[in-house]
């Protein structure tokens, strides 16, 4: 019986357990092997020792890359967590016509990547743009953005706020399943808003921004589809003026896929592994910290 | 004595400052609303500035200091836009492969998640771990390997790479579906079994109907993940009567770098489905969302 039943469940599991090993494994330890060759697809690879990480380190466009995607991902996850939960917090007010608001907020965020980024592209047009006409409105400086390298980068970021509203969603659910009682204990506690939202909003959704602020690293360093799309109106290959817009992510692609150099493509990957490892252990060792599971424990 | 007098005392002091606070929330609430007002234009406005400037004339587009309502709503823009390059084909090829991608996600991550769910095996827990795991890879680092993968099968400029995975399970609509069938009571099952059923006919008669909403989830969002795709086509696909909805407009932004109409009309189309999809099963989408984000 027990025997039976163990039987079903791998065959219940078996799709994923043969996609697993034949589409993740596999090509994971094949990535590792072939980071250690020179190969360009049409001749078998050359085993080459660690002569692709060293290059990695001479590698101006590694660096670049690493530049961009950190820049990148250091102000739109925090910027975009704190705008997401701002709006989820207003939304979680006893607000009329919730339902509209909360689709005005999502509806980009179902948009097509790629027409997001010519949208913006239009948008972002420092001549012709909106956003810079609403700026000198409000006579604020317009900056050049997508134009110079400088606003390259931040351009990515202020687009990257328009898309919140996944995140606001899951922070609203959140948000909802804090009981209400908890509040009322506070405010007769005498805790004002400010305390109220440190000591109990903040704790109480710490699993869901948790949760973000993982998927929104491994997201800002997979940064692809709006960086290429965006940057092909502004030089070669999607990297923006003087590579300005040049992501890990695209200089992957680059690298690869347009210089076929394999190789060197799966060690920038695996740097990029590592990298992305690195961080959210270290999100994952913190959490202990500031994460607070309530009665969740199994 | 004194505890009643506290008591009284306690009561008018919270009285007093329910009375302040309903002053002082009537004065949130008008910010409240003032500030929704007001962010959720910042997130209308750029679909009002797409809608108009696909609707302006190759001059208006480009007058400077820029103008708000074209002077001649150029409908024919929209003509224009879907006639220089083949968007029909470009569509068909995206909706058989979404359609490929909603079947093969659905089907298969019913199954695993029910397995993972419902039976004991040895190394459950590890391989429920490790699938989790899986969805912290970066997928650029599969990205090389797979293409080599497929393209060592013969399956470069097919529509193979894009839909075949899907059959094998997706990590997040697993974890989603799982977490569904956890809430089903087991008796269900047993009392099916009592009654002879065998463990397919269960899952296909008993359980898959209960998870409907968890399924209506899961196909929307694979829908998604696969229309709005552009890395995956873009590397395999180079035949152009092969390319998708997302690959013919960025292909379209290269060539008309300079026609901002024209360019604008074809986005309003390519992103139109997508919005229809999100109006008529918003719920499906939230629900989902909701479902991954919080009940770890």
């Known amino acids: 019986m027990k025997q039976k039943e163990a039987l079903l469940g791998y065959a219940f599991i078996s799709p994923w357990l043969i996609g697993f090993v034949v589409l993740t494994l596999g090509p994971l330890i094949a990535s590792l092997y072939l980071g250690f060759t020179q190969y360009n697809l049409l001749s078998s690879p050359k085993l080459v020792g660690f002569e692709n990480y060293v290059h990695i380190f001479h590698d101006h466009n590694f660096w670049q890359s690493l530049y961009v995607t950190f820049y990148y991902a250091i102000f739109s996850v925090p910027l975009d967590l704190i705008v997401a939960l701002f709006l989820a917090m207003m939304l979680n007010q006893k607000v009329r016509f919730l339902r509209w608001f909360r689709t005005i907020y999502y509806l980009p965020a179902v948009l097509p990547p790629v027409a997001v980024a010519i949208l913006w592209n239009w948008i972002l047009n420092p001549q012709y743009g909106i956003l810079n006409r609403f700026l000198g409105f409000l006579h604020l400086p317009q900056p050049q953005w ?13 687009m990257s706020i328009w898309g919140v509203g996944t995140w606001m969603i899951t922070f609203l659910a959140g948000l909802q399943d804090v009981p209400l009682s ?5 405010v007769i506690d005498g805790a004002s808003t400010w305390k109220k939202f440190w000591h109990v909003t903040l704790p109480m959704i710490s699993p869901v921004l948790f949760f973000n602020l993982v998927m929104g690293i491994i997201g800002a360093f997979s940064y692809f589809t709006q960086a290429f799309v965006m940057g092909a109106g502004y030089g070669g290959q999607g990297a923006g003026i003087s590579n300005s817009g040049l992501f890990y992510a695209l200089n992957i692609y680059i690298q690869g896929f347009s210089n076929l150099n394999m190789g060197y493509a799966c060690a920038l990957a695996w740097v990029l592994f590592f990298i992305v490892l690195v961080l959210t252990l270290l999100v994952f060792k913190s959490s202990s910290l500031w994460v607070y599971y309530g009665g969740e424990k199994e | 004595m004194t505890s009643q007098s506290e008591i009284v005392k306690t009561t008018t002091r919270t009285r007093r400052a329910q009375g302040n606070n309903s002053a002082r929330s009537r004065f949130n609430r008008l910010i409240t609303y003032l500030l929704l007002i007001a962010t959720s234009l910042c997130f209308l406005v750029p679909f009002a500035w797409l809608i108009l400037s696909a609707l302006k004339s190759s001059d208006e587009i480009f007058v400077f200091p820029p103008v708000w309502l074209p002077k001649h709503w150029e409908w024919g823009n929209f ?33 695993v998640a029910y397995g993972f769910a419902r039976f004991r095996f040895p190394g459950r827990r590890i391989l429920f771990m490790v699938m989790l795991a899986t969805m912290m890879i970066p997928n650029q680092v599969l990205l090389v390997p797979q293409f080599i993968l497929f393209h060592d099968l013969g399956w470069l400029n097919t529509f193979l790479p894009l839909t075949v995975p899907a059959f094998f399970g997706s990590a997040f609509y697993v974890f ?47 829908f998604q993940g696969a229309w709005n795709d552009f890395l995956a086509p873009l590397i395999y696909l180079n035949d152009p009567s092969k390319y998708t909805l997302q690959l013919g407009l960025s292909q379209f932004q290269g ?22 999809i999100f109006f008529a099963a918003q719920r499906y989408f939230i629900e989902g969302i909701t479902m991954t984000g919080t009940k770890g």
């Not at chain 2, 026609?259 to 986005?267: D, F, G």
């Open chain 1, 146 to 158: 997508l134009v110079t390298p400088q606003w390259t980068v931040p351009s990515f970021i202020v």
């Open chain 1, 182 to 186: 908890l509040y009322e204990a506070a």
């Open chain 2, 79 to 111: 003509a224009k836009a879907l006639t220089t390059l083949p968007f029909g084909r470009y569509a068909l090829n995206s909706i058989l492969i979404a359609a490929a991608n909603v079947v093969g996600n659905v089907l298969s991550c019913a199954f």
């Open chain 2, 176 to 222: 989603l579906l799982r977490q569904f069938f956890m809430t089903i009571p087991t008796e269900l099952e047993e009392a099916a079994k009592i009654d002879g059923a065998g463990s397919l006919r269960i899952f296909f008669t008993v359980i898959l109907p209960l998870i409907k909403p968890a399924l209506m989830a899961v196909a929307i969002f694979s």
């Open chain 2, 255 to 276: 060539t008309f770098h300079t026609e901002w109409n024209l360019i604008m009309a074809a986005t309003v189309v390519v992103a139109l489905p997508m919005l229809i």
